[in-house]
């Protein structure tokens, strides 16, 4: 695949999955729908949900760094954003999963370009 086809699939992807960060952060009683799981588990899925941003946001950029910092900051907004809708509240543990999944999604999918480009890295 070209590698401009790819980038835009990377800000189409990155786009509509930080639509549905903002949807899901928007509903008063996210916990509800997932009220069965464990106590924390909840890290688990920011951490899960800002690993595919920042893959995504990778393949758009073609910049883990960047990617990471971006995924980041959308997290910090995200965090804010909570502020105002009835029963949710900002949590730091939730923005530190946030960034560790989007650490780690950055760096799974620039080494996985890596080693697309240059074969050898096998």
């Given at each position: 695949m070209r590698p401009e086809r790819l980038r835009l699939i990377g800000w189409?992807?990155?786009v509509a999955w930080g639509g549905l960060i903002f949807w899901l952060s928007s509903t008063p009683d996210a916990g509800g729908v997932?009220?069965?799981l464990p106590t924390g588990?909840?890290?688990v899925l920011h951490?899960?949900?800002f690993l595919v941003l920042a893959g995504l946001l990778t393949v758009a950029?073609?910049?883990p760094v960047v990617a990471t910092a971006l995924a980041v900051a959308y997290g910090v907004s995200d965090e804010v954003h909570q502020l105002f809708v009835?029963?949710?509240t900002a949590d730091v543990a939730d923005?530190?999963?946030d960034a560790l999944g989007a650490a780690a999604?950055?760096?799974l999918v620039g080494y996985l370009l890596r080693r697309e480009e240059n074969p050898t890295l096998e």
């Open positions: 189409l992807g990155a997932l009220g069965f588990s909840d890290k951490g899960v949900a950029t073609g910049r009835p029963g949710r923005l530190v999963a999604g950055a760096m």
